[in-house]
């Protein structure tokens, strides 16, 4: 029975140390790649050319691997892991790789409507949908037992972690960490040396993805929380965003000026003048988030409603039960 069991741990450790390599050799190829990657484009092939960046293919290809494998097993389990959480996943890593990946990538350098359209990518359609395949449960499951086991201990409640990813996942902090690293990339000096440095760049999307995974959190609220958060409040939230976002869209569109000097030296495409690029980016800006906005809070607006329909259906059930009582009295 000793042997067996050792047996066991002997096949796990061997399984998640395969894991552990990938993911080693995933971080190692990051470095490796970068430099390999700028954000400039000869202008010849800038719609056909794809950028086959490893480090992102790699980190693509292990998240896809570990989901599917936990969902295969939540569901042989009988455990909540539903087709539609696939489709959101793919959707969502699809978004991903057509943002860093595609020819839309070198076009950003040329534009900053194609560089909009690729952080809206990577923050308004990625992100919410990751969520949508509530990933915490799938990826943990993904795991072998011993260090799921230690995960599962790692955001148990009232453990650091825990505490950390409630702060974060509070709307004032979600909301704030938010909206402060979309200003601040949106800087001219800053917003120009990502399009200058590769290291800069690559940050400036990392960080673009991970803080609007923490806005949508609070939102779709993919994993437990000490308590629900009202669809008023999340309805608020969004309302907050888009305003900020409608503002910065507009500031940047109605500029009398080129924010933006390196799209003053670019190659032009297409007989737009830098100004009428940096018009269209706004618009793209002020177009996909509202959109994403506006859909969000109408969802939350028909749950309100439908919560109140039952509330009164409710109501009306026991009023009906309490006169037919008084009736037989």
């Known amino acids: ?37 700028a954000h400039i484009a000869d202008g010849e092939s800038v719609l056909t050319d794809w950028h086959w960046r490893w480090d992102i293919i790699s980190v693509l290809f292990v998240f896809a691997t570990l989901y599917i494998r936990g969902w295969l097993r939540l569901r042989a389990m009988g455990g909540e892991a539903k ?3 696939v489709v959101f996943y793919v959707v969502a890593l699809v978004a991903i790789g057509g943002a860093l990946l595609s020819p ?19 923050m308004m359609l990625a992100p919410p949908f990751i969520l949508l395949a509530n990933p915490v449960p799938v990826l943990l499951w993904s795991l072998g037992r011993n260090p799921r086991l230690q995960a599962g201990h790692l955001l148990a409640h009232h453990s650091p972690m825990r505490r950390v ?13 938010y909206v402060i690293n979309l200003w601040a990339w949106h800087y001219p000096a800053l917003y120009d040396a990502a399009l200058r440095v590769s290291w800069i760049h690559d940050l400036e999307h990392v960080l673009f993805f991970l803080t609007a995974l923490i806005f949508w959190w609070p939102v779709i609220q993919p994993a437990s929380r000490p308590a629900p958060i ?9 309302f907050f965003a888009a305003t900020q976002d409608t503002i910065l869209a507009g500031l940047i569109a109605l500029s009398r000026e080129v924010l933006y000097p390196h799209y003053e030296t670019a190659l032009r495409l297409w007989d737009l003048t830098p100004r009428e690029d940096q018009i ?24 309100l409603l439908g919560e109140g329909r039952r509330k009164q259906s409710t109501k009306r059930t026991l009023s009906d039960g309490a006169e037919k009582v008084e009736g037989r009295i």
């Open 83 to 85: 087709v539609s959480q």
């Open 165 to 177: 990813r409630d702060l974060l996942g509070s709307m004032p902090a979600a909301w704030s960490l």
């Open 1 to 37: 029975m000793r042997q067996c069991g050792d047996r066991a741990l002997q096949m796990a450790n061997k399984e998640n140390s395969g894991w552990v390599v990938l993911f080693t050799a995933t971080l190692w190829l990051i470095p490796m790649t970068a430099p390999l990657h």
């Open 280 to 303: 269209g980016g706004g618009i793209v800006m002020f177009a996909v988030g509202s959109t994403t906005y506006a859909v969000a809070i109408l969802i939350l607006v028909n749950a």
């Open 104 to 122: 839309l990538d070198d076009l950003a350098s040329y534009l900053l409507i194609a560089h909009m359209v690729q952080h809206e990518l990577l």
């Open 230 to 238: 009202q669809h008023g409040l999340r309805i608020l939230y969004l």
